[in-house]
């Protein structure tokens, strides 16, 4: 893990800059929304994070609950985290998109609210773990889990859609075509590997901090420390 | 049913988030014989309770519960503990005897209401304070429900928390003494407790916990002077 | 089944001790009454059109907040004399004690929408009424499926300080998909002419799939999360 992390986060930096060059340079321009479609580069690959690492913070959880193995409990907390941010960015940037398309800050479209509805579980886990005391990882493991089976039922929910008129959805990534279409893909590799880079740093700090905090208790025991 | 003759702890380690509450304790729980658990608020007696309780699970080590050397697990367990804590784990908006009741159908135990009624006898309480909701009992008679209930389930495995909390003393000593018959009849008992007085003379084996740790274990008889001693010596 | 005997007994315990008191009953009942005259307030009544088509929005808050309250009463009275504890250690199932507060806590949400549903109905002309079968489906699919949920967190919350303010913090985006199923099922019930059938059977439908598989997964999980 120590050594895996200078490599992705070197790899993360080379791949972000050509996408971001390959994005402004060599992609076409959108027909209708011309430069602002370039910030779909940002927001799809982010929203695809979001859903992998809510999961991963799902399945970790489970796994934490079921073993009580901590390393699984460190998992979690860095899917969590480091989801927080990736929401964040889908959201501000899904507004972005919003006020160039449909000229609204916000509009309930499909993806932009299952990615919000994920976002609020996912803030809830870094919340509760903070504020919960002790029982912090347990309650917040638990929100996990049921946030990560509430999943489908949100995808269902919001495809329905009898809950908010939405405004017919732009930007399918299936509809996308060659120049387009390949700096979009290498866009998801891109920050794939930021993530990749977010999560290993995230849990190298958290055993860091159990680390240190097993040595004090060592210096206490031997009555070095007081 | 099988009793518990013996409950062995071993290397026991809890952690909660960041915090250490138990740091590797070793302890043997005989039967016939009253274990008392003393130290500091945070040294972690409540958390060796909660984890021989089986409420609280262990981070590492294990709890064996052993009945002629076979160990049981699971229900039987909880079957055969009795927790009696300074809180009466009674409903308030019930009678004493809407109280056992429900204890009784929740052990599955025989005799309905003969044998809450005998319960209630014994350990003495008022019998028109029996039809009147638990909330307005005086402390006393609070006290005395709640060994009432712990004693209902006939328990092989003795579990108090800070009982003493709250009586006066002589309430304290005749819990004391009733501790004290249990012991003889073969129970184990264990005792959380900062109320040395109410224990002495009567425990015959104790432990002194210091951050997580066993400061301090030793088996005999301890007068009040003997048991301060000690607790001045390792739990500080 | 001696698990779910176990279960009937702990939850008839409480509803005896709700009966004696009245306390959630009522104060939820009340507090339920109030946000829906809240709403009728603060909602545009001059368009009662519109105002009718949020009555199903009204009823699910309504739900949700009596509910968060009467759950976290519920949970608090365990607390009191530290019976949690007690319930815990009995020689029972664990589940038998989720499931025995589960079906308790159902009744009184229950209870609170027979509070709520009649005032929205008053105040805001809106038929409610149109199809019983839908609104009773739609409410007591929805207090399950709150009563499972809240009452695998409530349970573990007891030994934490803040969980007033944290229990709505982690029920609420969890339960998100169940009040959007609620509303949209009970909103079926105010298209004009006659109820919208399709619409109902797939809410109502949703919700039930819902309750079946958050009692799966609390079942799974419930001892892990209430043992510390």
């Known amino acids: 893990m120590n050594r895996a992390i200078p490599v992705l986060t070197v790899i993360a930096a080379v791949l972000f800059g050509t996408t971001f060059y390959m994005a402004i340079t060599y992609a076409d321009f959108d027909a209708a929304l011309f430069f602002s479609q370039k910030i779909f580069y940002w927001h799809v690959p982010h929203a695809f994070m979001l859903f992998i690492a809510t999961g991963m913070c799902g399945v970790s959880s489970l796994f934490y609950l079921k073993t009580r193995n901590t390393k699984w409990d460190d998992r979690a907390l860095a899917a969590a985290e480091v989801a927080v941010y990736f929401g964040a960015a889908v959201l501000a940037t899904g507004m972005i998109w919003a006020k160039a398309a449909w000229d609204h800050w916000w509009v309930w479209e499909n993806r932009l609210t299952m990615s919000l509805i994920l976002w609020l579980v996912l803030v809830g886990y870094v919340i509760v773990r903070r504020y919960a005391g002790a029982s912090g990882a347990q309650l917040s493991a638990g929100l996990a889990v049921f946030g990560t089976l509430g999943i489908p039922f949100v995808y269902f929910m919001v495809n329905r859609g009898d809950n908010h008129p939405m405004p017919g959805a732009k930007g399918n990534v299936a509809t996308l075509t060659g120049s387009m279409r390949i700096t979009f893909w290498l866009s998801v590799l891109t920050f794939l590997f930021w993530f990749l880079a977010f999560v290993a740093m995230r849990i190298q700090s958290a055993r860091a901090e159990r680390e240190v905090r097993e040595l004090r208790e060592k210096g206490l025991d031997a009555g070095i420390l007081t | ?236 | 089944m001696s698990m779910l005997g176990h279960a009937v007994r702990v939850a008839a315990k409480d509803l005896r001790i709700e009966l004696r008191s009245k306390e959630i009953l009522y104060t939820m009942a009340f507090f339920g009454a109030l946000i829906v005259v809240i709403d009728a307030f603060v909602f545009p009544s001059n368009k009662p059109d519109v105002v009718r088509l949020a009555a199903p929005g009204m009823l699910w808050v309504a739900m949700a907040f009596a509910g968060t309250i009467g759950l976290g009463r519920a949970f608090d009275r365990e607390r009191e004399n530290d019976t949690m504890r007690a319930l815990l250690l009995a020689p029972i199932p664990r589940l038998s004690v989720f499931l025995g507060k589960a079906m308790a806590t159902t009744m009184m949400i229950i209870a609170v929408a027979v509070v709520c549903v009649p005032l929205l109905a008053l105040f805001l002309q809106a038929d409610l009424f149109a199809s019983p079968l839908i609104l009773v489906g739609a409410i007591v699919g929805g207090a399950i499926g709150f009563s499972i949920v809240g009452s695998v967190f409530a349970a573990m919350l007891l030994k934490v300080r803040s969980r007033d303010v944290l229990l709505p913090v982690i029920l609420y985006p969890i339960l998100i998909p169940l009040f959007a199923a609620g509303t949209s099922a009970t909103s079926a019930l105010l298209r004009e002419g006659s109820p919208d059938w399709d619409k109902a059977t797939f809410w109502l439908g949703f919700l039930g799939i819902y309750d079946a598989a958050a009692l799966v997964l609390s079942f799974w999980i419930y001892e892990d999360l209430v043992i510390e």
């Open chain 2, 1 to 236: 049913m099988p009793r518990l003759d013996q409950v062995k702890v071993t290397k026991l380690i809890k952690r909660y988030g960041t915090e250490r509450a138990l740091a590797g304790v070793s302890l043997e729980l005989n039967a016939g014989s009253m274990t008392a658990l003393l130290g500091h608020n945070g040294a972690g007696k409540t958390t060796l309770l909660g984890v021989v309780s089986t409420l609280v699970r262990q981070t590492d080590g294990k709890v064996e519960y052993l009945t002629d050397g076979k160990q049981v697990e699971g229900l039987e367990v909880r079957r055969q503990i009795g927790l009696l804590a300074h809180a009466s784990l009674c409903y308030g908006e019930l009678t004493a005897i809407e109280n056992l009741e429900l204890v009784a159908g929740l052990y599955e135990i025989n005799g309905g209401y003969t044998a809450i009624e005998a319960m209630l006898d014994k350990v003495g309480l008022d019998k028109k304070a029996r039809q009147r909701a638990a909330r307005t009992y005086s402390r006393g008679m609070q006290q005395r429900l709640a060994l009432a209930r712990a004693l209902l389930v006939d328990p092989s495995l003795i579990l108090l928390d800070e009982p003493f909390t709250g009586l006066d003393r002589d309430g304290a000593l005749s819990l004391g003494e009733t501790l004290g018959s249990l012991r003889d009849t073969g129970a184990i008992v264990v005792v959380v407790t900062h109320d040395l007085e109410a224990i002495a003379g009567r425990t015959d084996h104790v432990a002194i916990l210091r951050r997580g740790q066993l400061a301090f274990e030793e088996r005999g008889s301890y007068s009040y002077e003997q048991l301060k001693d000690l607790y001045h010596r390792h739990a500080n």
